[in-house]
């Protein structure tokens, strides 16, 4: 089992700058992958940005050149430095990691982000 601890979001005006991060702890080692996903009111969860273990980086077309993933896998942290913020960008943000070998997909409780002038 993974457990993950999010921190960061908050309310800021558009244009403005917010920094989410995640802590791992538990079965960390079977972490492949972990990364962010957001969840919008009425909309389905998507996937913002996601770094693999290999060093790899994935970002959704929306974020691309705003958003930079980030992770540390000697402390078992990632976090997302989120710029020149709109208000869609307004959602939950979940951290998630996956580990293929023993399966699993986990989830943190989520962080609120609100993008209003």
């Known amino acids: 089992q993974v457990q993950l601890v999010e921190s960061g979001g908050g309310l800021v005006q558009p244009g403005g700058s917010l920094r989410l991060s995640c802590a791992a702890s538990?079965?960390?080692?079977?972490?492949?992958?972990m990364g962010w996903y957001r969840q919008a009111p009425g909309k389905e969860r998507e996937l913002v940005a996601t770094f693999t273990r290999g060093g790899s980086t994935n970002y959704a077309d929306a974020v691309k050149g705003r958003f930079t993933i980030s992770r540390n896998n000697a402390e078992n942290t990632v976090s997302l430095q989120m710029n020149s913020l709109k208000p869609e960008d307004t959602a939950v943000y979940y951290c998630?990691?996956?580990?293929?070998?023993?399966?699993?997909?986990?989830w943190g409780q989520g962080t609120q982000v609100t993008v209003s002038s």
């Open positions: 998630n990691a996956y580990s293929s070998f023993p399966y699993g997909n986990y």
């Open positions: 538990g079965s960390i080692f079977s972490i492949n992958t």
